[in-house]
């Protein structure tokens, strides 16, 4: 073989991706078809990046749980996580399919090599979203409504964006007496927030400030796009594909690098959701409306926040 043969072929081989000796361990609390299904929409998504198929492996916490120590350990939704935290193991470890405010309770003794892609959307995005849907608005404040005790979203609201087209009013509340005060907020806000709040935004409260905001003509950007269906305008979320492709986009990532940045939350592409009935009732132009969002969400500022350090 010719010298200058043999240079390139080095030359070549150094610009292609640089794969550790480790596998990618899908952990999944049990066999559900929901489980499974994601499980195969990540590894799919991982062969599509490159990664060999024998290095990707789906496994339930039901089955022997042997790994070796350099893999990395995607445990798949709560349950999964939990039983990983449990065996106090050396691997890097990349949560996904949880909550952020799960993320963040879970005690993390011995280990230092982490990440995280979680289910929520950013509360910096809905902020963004909600600040130029009001741009022209006669009524330009935006409430924030969330319970007091909520330290996930108290951590978030210490990031957000300073509003250019509104005014912001966070207002934390106790989840008793939550009418004292509140009808004369609605009655000058342009926009109601109802973010990740398991304590005020569920149940018999969620359906409460529902029907208020819709009493006095307040459109509601949500979190969850089953609150579409009870009542709120809009809803700001991250579809299962959406979640699969950014942790398979991060496991690539660790395979040529063995590493995350130490305690990232990562947050997948949004989506939103329009209910049209509450628009047209509300006296939105649906298409307009749709076509603001999708200008939205091509916005740099939109697309800032895609991960954050604990």
Same mark, same amino acid.
């Given at each position: 073989?010719?010298?200058?043969?043999?240079?390139?072929?080095?030359?070549?081989?150094?610009?292609?991706?640089?794969?550790?000796?480790?596998?990618?361990?899908?952990?999944? /609390?049990?066999?559900?078809?929901?489980?499974?299904?994601?499980?195969?929409?990540?590894?799919? @998504?991982? !062969?599509?990046?490159?990664?060999?198929?024998?290095?990707?492996?789906?496994?339930?916490?039901?089955?022997?749980?042997?790994?070796?120590?350099? *893999? $990395?350990?995607?445990?798949?939704? /709560?349950?999964?996580?939990?039983?990983?935290?449990?065996?106090?193991?050396?691997?890097?470890?990349?949560?996904?399919?949880?909550?952020? =405010?799960?993320?963040?309770?879970? /005690?993390?003794?011995?280990?230092?090599?982490?990440?995280?892609?979680?289910?929520? @959307?950013?509360?910096?995005?809905?902020?963004?979203?909600? *600040?130029?849907?009001?741009?022209?608005?006669?009524?330009?404040?935006?409430?924030? $409504?969330?319970?007091?005790?909520?330290?996930?979203?108290?951590?978030?609201?210490?990031?957000?964006?300073?509003?250019?087209?509104?005014?912001?009013?966070?207002?934390? !509340?106790?989840?008793?007496?939550?009418? =004292?005060?509140?009808?004369?907020?609605?009655?000058?806000?342009?926009?109601?927030?109802? /973010?990740?709040?398991?304590?005020?935004?569920?149940?018999?409260?969620?359906?409460?400030?529902?029907?208020?905001?819709?009493?006095?003509?307040?459109?509601?950007?949500?979190?969850?796009? &089953?609150?579409?269906?009870?009542?709120?305008?809009?809803?700001?979320?991250?579809?299962?594909? &959406?979640?699969?492709?950014?942790?398979?986009?991060?496991?690539?990532?660790?395979?040529?690098?063995?590493?995350?940045?130490?305690?990232?939350?990562?947050?997948?592409?949004?989506?939103?959701?329009?209910?049209?009935?509450?628009? @047209?009732?509300?006296?939105?132009?649906?298409?307009?409306?749709?076509?603001?969002?999708?200008?939205?969400?091509?916005?740099?500022?939109?697309?800032?926040?895609?991960?954050?350090?604990?």
């Amino acid at each position: 073989m010719k010298p200058w043969f043999c240079v390139l072929l080095l030359s070549c081989s150094a610009l292609l991706p640089q794969w550790v000796s480790a596998d990618v361990l899908l952990l999944l /609390p049990n066999r559900q078809p929901s489980f499974i299904n994601a499980a195969e929409l990540i590894k799919k @998504q991982m !062969l599509a990046n490159g990664v060999q198929a024998g290095q990707v492996k789906i496994r339930d916490i039901g089955q022997a749980a042997a790994w070796d120590e350099d *893999d $990395l350990i995607l445990p798949l939704g /709560p349950l999964a996580a939990g039983f990983v935290q449990r065996q106090s193991v050396a691997n890097s470890v990349l949560y996904t399919f949880v909550q952020e =405010a799960f993320v963040r309770e879970l /005690p993390r003794q011995g280990l230092a090599n982490w990440a995280a892609v979680v289910i929520d @959307q950013p509360l910096e995005r809905m902020v963004v979203l909600a *600040d130029a849907l009001n741009e022209g608005r006669y009524k330009n404040k935006i409430l924030l $409504l969330h319970s007091s005790a909520n330290q996930a979203l108290a951590e978030q609201i210490k990031r957000l964006p300073t509003l250019k087209h509104a005014e912001l009013e966070n207002i934390p !509340l106790a989840t008793t007496g939550l009418a =004292a005060g509140l009808e004369s907020r609605l009655y000058n806000a342009g926009l109601l927030l109802a /973010p990740s709040d398991p304590e005020l935004w569920r149940g018999k409260n969620a359906r409460w400030l529902l029907l208020q905001a819709y009493n006095y003509r307040v459109p509601i950007l949500a979190y969850n796009p &089953a609150l579409i269906k009870a009542g709120a305008m809009l809803a700001i979320y991250s579809e299962k594909q &959406a979640i699969a492709k950014e942790s398979a986009r991060i496991a690539t990532a660790w395979l040529r690098q063995q590493r995350f940045k130490p305690g990232r939350v990562h947050y997948a592409e949004a989506s939103v959701a329009v209910n049209d009935s509450i628009a @047209q009732a509300l006296h939105f132009n649906v298409e307009e409306l749709q076509a603001l969002i999708e200008r939205i969400k091509k916005l740099k500022q939109f697309q800032e926040g895609l991960s954050h350090g604990r």
